[in-house]
């Protein structure tokens, strides 16, 4: 296995059973030394077993400078790479041990094939949360939903979005 596969797998070992909780926060680990996650200040972490995104409200997220509110092309890239992460999350869940290598396989090519944001009220706060939850999981494909929510737990945005493997 190559340097770069083993950092979205958790260095898991072929015909074994995943421990979760290391691939989790393996993921999360590849998922924030992104460069354009890094320049946002935008973060994926482990909240019990599940992983939520994070990002806090700074000057330059601005979007809207009359009414001071986060940029909504902020809000769309978290709740996209909520998504995302939360799908290869879910295949690695479900795996079984004999079906590792396809489930590795699914997770490197996994990306947003389709992906609709839905503007709640605006984007105020210290701080966001996003979470996502699985709709459907397929052979080929997932579609998710996503939430994010500011510090006072009002829902800001939400998403659906489709993701291929």
């Given at each position: 296995?190559?340097?770069?596969?083993?950092?979205?797998?958790?260095?898991?070992q072929?015909?074994?059973?995943?421990?979760?909780?290391?691939?989790?926060?393996?993921?999360?680990q590849?998922f924030n030394?992104?460069?354009?996650?890094?320049?946002?200040?935008?973060q994926m972490?482990?909240?019990?077993?599940?992983?939520?995104g994070?990002?806090?409200?700074?000057?330059?997220l601005?979007?809207?400078?009359?009414?001071?509110?986060?940029?909504?092309?902020?809000?769309?890239?978290?709740?996209?790479?909520?998504?995302?992460?939360?799908?290869?999350a879910?295949?690695?869940?479900?795996?079984?041990?004999?079906?590792l290598?396809?489930?590795?396989?699914?997770?490197?090519?996994?990306?947003?094939?389709?992906?609709?944001?839905d503007?709640?009220?605006?984007?105020?706060?210290?701080?966001?949360?996003?979470?996502a939850?699985?709709?459907?999981m397929?052979r080929?494909?997932?579609?998710?939903r996503?939430i994010?929510?500011?510090?006072e737990?009002?829902?800001?945005a939400?998403?659906?979005?489709?993701y291929?493997?």
């Open positions: 296995m190559i340097d770069s596969q083993k950092k979205w797998t958790g260095s898991i072929l015909g074994s059973k995943v421990d979760l909780s290391i691939v989790l926060n393996q993921l999360t590849v030394t992104s460069p354009y996650f890094a320049f946002n200040g935008m972490r482990v909240v019990g077993d599940q992983i939520e994070y990002i806090e409200m700074k000057p330059n601005i979007g809207n400078i009359s009414f001071q509110i986060l940029h909504g092309g902020v809000a769309a890239t978290l709740l996209d790479s909520i998504g995302g992460i939360v799908a290869m879910e295949l690695y869940r479900r795996s079984e041990p004999d079906q290598a396809e489930t590795l396989k699914k997770v490197s090519r996994l990306a947003t094939v389709d992906m609709r944001v503007y709640l009220s605006p984007g105020r706060g210290q701080y966001f949360i996003a979470t939850e699985v709709m459907r397929g080929k494909g997932c579609t998710m996503m994010m929510k500011n510090d737990g009002k829902e800001i939400a998403g659906i979005a489709s291929a493997y």
